[in-house]
Nanobody, 122 residues
Framework: QLQASGGGLVQAGGSLRLSCAASGRTFSSYNMGWFRQAPGKEREFVAAISWSDGRTYYAESVKGRLTVSRDKSKNTMSLQMNSLKPEDTAVYYC?????????????????WGLGTLVTVSS
């Protein structure tokens, strides 16, 4: 089970930190990540992280502004979002898939949490 939290309203240029609490299984062989869906748009990949070794992978649009991390001791994953832009406004979902490799298509991720809304005002 995945549960995202931390969304809210922030001004452009501001920061926000999302968290994802993972439970119900051992994630040592999983990659986890974040997707987002803006109003009227398709769901898009944001970032992913290897639970075992912490390697990360990002969508080009967020490189340098968003940072994904995980805390094995707390079974949580985070997304630190800096220099936020109005176009970052979306519902953010935490996801997980068994196995390695980086995938940006939603169909590769079996586990999805409920989303958390991030609104960036201009």
């Amino acid at each position: 089970q995945l549960q995202a939290s931390g969304g809210g309203l922030v001004q452009a240029g501001g920061s926000l930190r999302l968290s994802c609490a993972a439970s119900g299984r051992t994630f040592s062989s999983y990659n986890m990540g974040w997707f987002r869906q803006a109003p009227g748009k398709e769901r898009e990949f944001v970032a992913a992280i290897s639970w075992s070794d912490g390697r990360t992978y990002y969508a080009e649009s967020v490189k340098g502004r968003l940072t994904v991390s995980r805390d094995k001791s707390k079974n949580t994953m985070s997304l630190q979002m800096n220099s936020l832009k109005p176009e970052d406004t979306a519902v953010y979902y935490c996801v997980a898939r068994y196995g390695s490799g980086w995938y940006e298509n939603t169909r590769y991720y079996r586990y999805w949490g409920l989303g958390t809304l991030v609104t960036v005002s201009s």
